[in-house]
T-cell receptor, first 114, second 113 residues
């Protein structure tokens, strides 16, 4: 069974640029959630995708957007990067179906904005 | 809104000593509770979860946690800590309305030889 994978591992961008992060969900999972973890803090929920539709969103501006594909993999896009967007971005997959479920995390993408 | 508090930012214990990490939550309905562990620069690994039933739950790596509704707590315990347990530990709660995890700020565990 393949776990959750994310790419790239590290990324350096300049303020104002755009970035796309990728996530492959665990086999059998239909839901992907994205979290932002700033240094020294707990992860913060960005949004969740279930069957290719956004299924909940945290307190993040519209320049954070996402996609989920038919194979349940997902992308996180961030436009107009700001210095405060520097963080570890974590993707988690789960099998949603009528109730809460465990989320399994990937290793994360470390984004640095200069 | 739901919230999770981990009162201890740092904890240092000697190898072989017992461990208890505290977690308090604020949530109106029955919470679904989790403990995750994160090694430096890594993603989060699920240690254990509580959904319902027995309030003492067993997890991986010899960890256990006890749900106490009267105290709104879900403390993590381990009887004998190993040096490899040094990491950051996060308590989290999920609402039944969605599948969004709300995390505490984390507790960094250091283990002395």
């Amino acid at each position: 069974e393949t776990g959750v994978t994310q790419s790239p591992t590290h990324l350096i961008k300049t303020r104002g640029q755009q970035v796309t992060l990728r996530c492959s969900s665990q086999s059998g999972h239909n839901t992907v959630s994205w979290y932002q973890q700033a240094l020294g803090q707990g992860p913060q929920f960005i949004f969740q995708y279930y069957r290719e539709e956004e299924n909940g969103r945290g307190n993040f501006p519209p320049r954070f957007s996402g996609l989920q594909f038919p194979n349940y993999s997902s992308e996180l896009n961030v436009n107009a990067l700001e210095l405060d967007d520097s963080a570890l971005y974590l993707c988690a997959s789960s099998a949603l179906g009528g109730g809460p479920s465990e989320q399994y995390f990937g290793p994360g993408t470390r984004l640095t904005v200069t | 809104a739901q919230s999770v508090t981990q009162p201890d930012i740092h904890i240092t214990v000697s190898e072989g000593a017992s461990l208890e990490l505290r977690c308090n939550y604020s949530y109106g309905a029955t919470p679904y509770l989790f403990w995750y562990v994160q090694s430096p620069g890594q993603g989060l690994q699920l240690l254990l979860k509580y959904f319902s039933g027995d309030t003492l739950v067993q997890g991986i790596k010899g960890f256990e946690a006890e749900f106490k509704r009267s105290q709104s707590s879900f403390n993590l315990r381990k009887p004998s800590v190993h040096w490899s347990d040094a990491a950051e530990y996060f308590c989290a709660v999920i609402s039944n309305a969605g599948n969004m995890l709300t995390f505490g700020g984390g507790t960094r565990l250091m283990v002395k030889p």
